[in-house]
Structure formats: C-alpha cells, structure tokens
C-alpha cells in the first residue's frame, strides 16, 4: 500500500495525549504525518517526518480529524418546513410530526430513499464528517424497518434500530401491540442488518418500562445500546441508560444534577444535539454543566427532517461554542474523539498511530477558525480511508 507523508501542517490536531503538548487535544506545531489508505503511520514534527512514497506540502494549515457523527437519522423522504415555520411562530414540539415524515417515507420507493440519504450523506461528507450513524424509524412496519436500516446500511457500519421512534397511527389504541412488535418481530428482522438498538424514551413517547424491555429484547439479539432520552422532560431516560450500560445517551436537554453525578461515574457518553434546540427554539443544555461535572461529551448533527435538518458540522461546533459554554478544543474534541466514543470505537476520532486515516485539511492555520468563521467553508479537503 503506497504511503503518503502530509508536511508543514502549521497546527496538527491529534486528539492522542501522548503525542505533542500533551494535552487532550494532543496538538503538535509545525507537524507532518504519513498515513496509507487505511490507517495513521507515523505523526511528529515536520523536521523529523520519514520519507513516504507520496509528497504532499500543505503550506501551514490546521489538520484535524475526521468528524465522527453519532447520532443521525438520514434515511427519510419529504421535508417539514411548515412544522418548522409553526414553530418559528410559537408553536411548541411534541414529537407529534414524526408521524407525517412516516407516512412520505412509507410512499417513497427503495431507490428515491437511497438518493434522498446519498445527497445527505454527501452534504455531511463535505462538511468534514468522515463517519456517520444512521437509525431507522420513518416507517414503523416489519418490512420498512427492515428496509430502511438495509438502505442505511449501504452508507454505514454503524446502523442504528429506531422502531421505537413513536407509536404508529394503526397502533394508535394498542401502544402495548405496538411495543410488542418491536421488541419480537421487527427487531429480529432487524437485528441482523444493524449495530445498535435505540428508543425515543421521553415525555409523551416512550415511557421508562417500555424503553427497558425494547432494549433488553435488544441486548439479547445481540445488539448493543443507545438512547433517545429528556429532550422533552426529565423523563427518567438518563437513569434508564446508565442502569443498561448504552454506550451513548442523547439529547439530555433536561437534567438533574443527580443524573449529571451518575453520568459522570459510568462508561456512558452525554451526547448533546444543539441543532434540535436551534430548530425547535429551545433552551440549550449547557455543555459547561456536564463538562464541570466530569462527564464525556459528544456532539452530533442529529440530522432529520422535524427537528434538527442540519447537516453541515460547523455549525454545530459554532452553537456549542457560541451557546453552550463549550471551549472550542472541547466543542473540537466532542465531535471527533467524543462521537467516537459514542460509538465505541477506538480507531475513530483521534490521529494518533494506528488509527484510521480520517483527516480534514483546512483552509485555515488554527482548529480555532472552525467555530471562529461560523458558516465559512472552513473545511478544505476531506480524507477518509478505504474500509
Ligand atoms: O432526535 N427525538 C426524536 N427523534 C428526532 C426527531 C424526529 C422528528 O421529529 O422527526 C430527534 O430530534
Ligand atoms: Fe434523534
């Protein structure tokens, strides 16, 4: 495999603390780094770089690493800008317009789905995102789950199973009907073709009981564990993730300190999604709250149709920054090594040797003009190795 040496790269974030100043961004001055196709070979000073058989000259710009987005739900059709508008007028979000963007996806054939998530997932590759999750849920069938996750699954290893996004029209009178085909049929139809089980368990939604058994079924199919949960009320969500080990809990608009002190004494990630709480115009969860606190943060687009139709990374480093009391190492480091951790996975999120050559060149000297030039195209080029 031919290898490449990357030079004069005037700011090297690598998000491993043993490399550089040594913080946890792991930041090294004035660096070079050699990687092949798949993985990080060798990060250092540029006075020190190793030949490589390929030559590339930077000219003194930041280098990154990939974004990691772990929370999206990219496979839908239609769009909900009037919900969007009603809410921009004072409305309030319950959740409620889930059930519209099921039923355009319901009509949407097999190929108009794949296009529709291809021009998303492009628009997020270009914005620096070089892995992304991808749940179902916006169609609430046995057979649609199951198509929407195989479709997912042509953009990502990390595929999420999302039945438990909201009860259906049909099951309207007989949510227990509903919950037991989730967590039977549908999930082991499922099961085979995703990484990941999920719920919406919140006010209004999925109650704690109901999330509980979906995940447990989960766990037994062999799937592991991720949650939707307090975006709308202090649901009991948080609790719930924490007692079942899930490797991320989301949203987390509404915590206690209580739930704050247990995060931060377990393996399970906060993942804040600022975009919903800009699309839906709500308070912010204060990221400084759960960073003072102890906890692992990650940031993600939350990409879908009703709440949060964002998918350009940037910004959400920028709201993070701008409105949540976040640094901007922290915001950087949240939706690179902190999204990796969401999902588990080590070779993600940090360019430390041996990890995955998933890099974005910048057209900028510093990480800082990220958040600093909100809306510019602070994102040069995007590197992501072969899998
Ligand atoms: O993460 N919270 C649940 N699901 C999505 C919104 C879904 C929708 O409104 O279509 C979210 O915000
Ligand atoms: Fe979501």
Same mark, same amino acid.
């Given at each position: 495999? @031919?290898?490449?040496?990357?030079?004069?790269?005037? #700011?090297?974030?690598?998000?491993?603390?043993? %490399?550089?100043?040594?913080? !946890?961004?792991?930041?090294?001055?004035? $660096? @070079?780094m050699?990687?092949? #196709?798949?993985?990080?070979?060798?990060?250092?000073?540029?006075?020190?770089?190793?030949?490589?058989?390929?030559?590339?000259?930077?000219?003194?710009?930041?280098?990154?690493?990939?974004?990691?987005?772990?929370?999206?739900?990219?496979? &839908?059709?239609? *769009?909900?800008?009037?919900?969007? *508008? $009603?809410?921009?007028?004072?409305?309030?979000?319950?959740g409620?317009?889930?059930?519209?963007?099921?039923?355009?996806?319901?009509? !949407?054939?097999?190929?108009?789905?794949?296009?529709?998530? @291809?021009?998303?997932?492009?628009?997020?590759?270009?914005?620096?995102?070089?892995?992304? =999750?991808?749940?179902?849920?916006?169609?609430?069938? %046995?057979e649609?789950e199951?198509?929407?996750?195989? /479709?997912?699954g042509?953009?990502?290893?990390?595929?999420? &199973?999302?039945?438990?996004?909201?009860?259906?029209? =049909?099951?309207?009178?007989?949510?227990?009907?509903?919950?037991?085909?989730?967590?039977? *049929?549908?999930?082991?139809?499922?099961?085979?073709?995703?990484?990941?089980?999920?719920?919406? +368990?919140?006010?209004?939604? &999925?109650?704690?009981?109901?999330?509980?058994?979906?995940?447990? +079924? !989960?766990?037994?199919?062999?799937?592991? %564990?991720?949650?939707?949960?307090?975006?709308?009320?202090?649901?009991?969500?948080?609790?719930?993730?924490?007692?079942?080990?899930?490797?991320?809990?989301?949203?987390?608009?509404?915590?206690?300190?209580?739930? %704050?002190?247990?995060?931060?004494?377990? =393996?399970?990630?906060?993942t804040?999604?600022?975009?919903? #709480? &800009?699309?839906?115009?709500?308070?912010?969860?204060?990221?400084?709250?759960?960073?003072?606190?102890?906890?692992?943060?990650a940031? $993600?687009?939350?990409?879908?149709?009703?709440?949060?139709?964002?998918?350009?990374?940037?910004? /959400?480093i920028?709201?993070?920054?701008?409105?949540?009391?976040?640094?901007?190492? =922290?915001?950087?480091?949240?939706?690179?090594?902190g999204?990796?951790? !969401?999902?588990?996975?080590?070779?993600?999120?940090?360019?430390?040797?041996?990890?995955? @050559?998933?890099?974005?060149?910048?057209?900028?000297p510093? $990480?800082?003009?990220?958040?600093?030039?909100?809306g510019?195209?602070?994102?040069?080029?995007?590197?992501?190795?072969?899998?």
């Amino acid at each position: 495999m @031919a290898t490449r040496l990357f030079a004069n790269i005037g #700011e090297l974030t690598t998000n491993d603390p043993r %490399l550089g100043d040594e913080s !946890a961004m792991g930041r090294i001055p004035n $660096a @070079a780094m050699v990687v092949d #196709e798949q993985r990080v070979l060798w990060v250092g000073s540029s006075r020190d770089a190793p030949e490589a058989d390929e030559f590339t000259d930077v000219d003194g710009v930041a280098v990154v690493p990939g974004f990691v987005d772990s929370h999206t739900h990219l496979v &839908f059709a239609g *769009e909900r800008s009037t919900e969007f *508008e $009603a809410r921009m007028s004072g409305e309030r979000y319950d959740g409620g317009g889930i059930l519209e963007t099921v039923d355009a996806t319901r009509r !949407a054939t097999r190929d108009e789905l794949r296009s529709a998530t @291809a021009t998303r997932a492009v628009a997020l590759r270009k914005s620096g995102v070089t892995t992304i =999750e991808i749940k179902s849920g916006y169609e609430l069938t %046995l057979e649609g789950e199951q198509r929407l996750v195989e /479709i997912a699954g042509e953009f990502s290893d990390e595929v999420t &199973f999302l039945g438990a996004h909201t009860v259906p029209k =049909e099951f309207a009178h007989d949510r227990e009907g509903y919950v037991d085909l989730v967590a039977g *049929e549908m999930l082991t139809n499922c099961a085979p073709h995703v990484r990941w089980a999920d719920v919406f +368990c919140d006010t209004g939604v &999925f109650g704690v009981d109901e999330a509980r058994r979906v995940l447990l +079924c !989960a766990r037994d199919a062999g799937l592991e %564990l991720r949650l939707h949960a307090n975006q709308l009320g202090d649901s009991g969500g948080v609790g719930l993730a924490i007692e079942l080990g899930c490797a991320s809990v989301d949203h987390c608009t509404h915590v206690s300190d209580g739930d %704050l002190d247990a995060l931060s004494s377990c =393996e399970t990630v906060a993942t804040l999604l600022p975009g919903a #709480e &800009f699309s839906t115009r709500t308070p912010y969860p204060s990221g400084r709250r759960f960073l003072d606190a102890g906890v692992t943060v990650a940031l $993600a687009t939350d990409c879908n149709p009703g709440t949060s139709y964002v998918t350009n990374m940037s910004l /959400i480093i920028a709201l993070a920054v701008r409105e949540m009391g976040m640094t901007v190492d =922290e915001a950087l480091w949240a939706v690179t090594r902190g999204g990796a951790k !969401a999902l588990r996975r080590d070779d993600l999120g940090h360019l430390g040797v041996g990890a995955r @050559a998933d890099f974005l060149i910048l057209d900028a000297p510093r $990480a800082a003009h990220l958040a600093y030039r909100p809306g510019g195209n602070v994102v040069h080029q995007v590197f992501r190795a072969t899998r």
